[in-house]
Nanobody, 123 residues
């Protein structure tokens, strides 16, 4: 079982940058982080949760929401059990709670979610 916790959220002006972090830990025993695909999702007020980006266990393959390509970058550090989301050229419409999620490699659904980190972009 994986536990996830996001950090790095906050208030930023439009055009600015922010980096979110997500720390993964095992509920008991060793966490084999390399076995998990990881992703970021976000949910804006009054809207449904949407996919932001994902990264394969090795870190070699990434996938992004089309609307965010070029501005957001997902990365992971398997030695530290961490993933990151670098967000540049932020816009007010990027305001949302950002969630880190994990799934076992090969699984269809993300099964574990962090509590979320609020990102507010002011105009």
């Amino acid at each position: 079982q994986v536990q996830l916790e996001e950090s790095g959220g906050g208030l930023v002006q439009a055009g600015g940058s922010l980096r979110l972090s997500c720390a993964a830990s095992g509920r008991s025993g060793t966490l084999y982080f390399i076995m998990y695909s990881m992703a970021w999702f976000r949910q804006a007020p009054g809207k449904e949760r949407e996919f932001v980006a994902s990264i394969a266990p090795s870190g070699r393959h990434t996938n992004y929401a089309d609307s965010l390509k070029g501005r957001f970058t997902i990365a992971r550090d398997n030695a530290k059990n961490m993933i990151y989301l670098q967000m540049n050229s932020l816009k007010p419409e990027d305001t949302a709670t950002y969630y880190c999620a994990s799934k076992r490699s090969g699984s269809a659904e993300y099964t574990t979610w962090g509590p979320g980190a609020l990102v507010t972009v002011s105009s």
